[in-house]
């Protein structure tokens, strides 16, 4: 079992920073592909961004390319999303994700954390 706790988020004004991070227990995050999404009131939740295991390799949605950057740290088993440029849209509950292949769908899942981005 892997326990996954985010953290970081928080109110800010438009066009500021957060960093989220996810740390894990349970088992080493080194094995596992990551991955954060969110969900906006009202809306399905939605793919953010992914980062391979060895951390090679990110992705990014389309709404968060070039303001975003996903990291990992294996040594700290955590995970972290860098939001640069914040906008009001971007406000939503932030959840990390983990699966250990990325022919599997992401079998754990934190709690979330709220980002709120005010105008």
């Known amino acids: 079992q892997v326990q996954l706790v985010e953290s970081g988020g928080g109110l800010v004004q438009a066009g500021g920073s957060l960093t989220l991070s996810c740390a894990a227990s349970?088992?080493?995050?080194?094995?596992?592909?990551m991955g954060w999404f969110r969900q906006a009131p009202g809306k399905e939740r939605e793919f953010v961004s992914r980062?391979?295991?060895?951390?090679?390799?990110?992705y990014y949605a389309d709404s968060v390319k070039g303001r975003f950057t996903i990291s990992r740290d294996n040594a700290k088993n955590t995970v972290y999303l860098r939001m640069n440029s914040l906008k009001p849209e971007d406000t939503a509950v932030y959840y990390c994700?983990?699966?250990?292949?990325?022919?599997?769908?992401?079998?754990?899942w934190g709690q979330g954390t709220q980002v709120t981005v005010s105008s």
């Open positions: 994700a983990a699966r250990i292949s990325v022919l599997s769908g992401y079998n754990y």
């Open positions: 349970g088992r080493t995050l080194s094995n596992y592909d």
């Open positions: 980062i391979s295991v060895s951390g090679g390799s990110t």
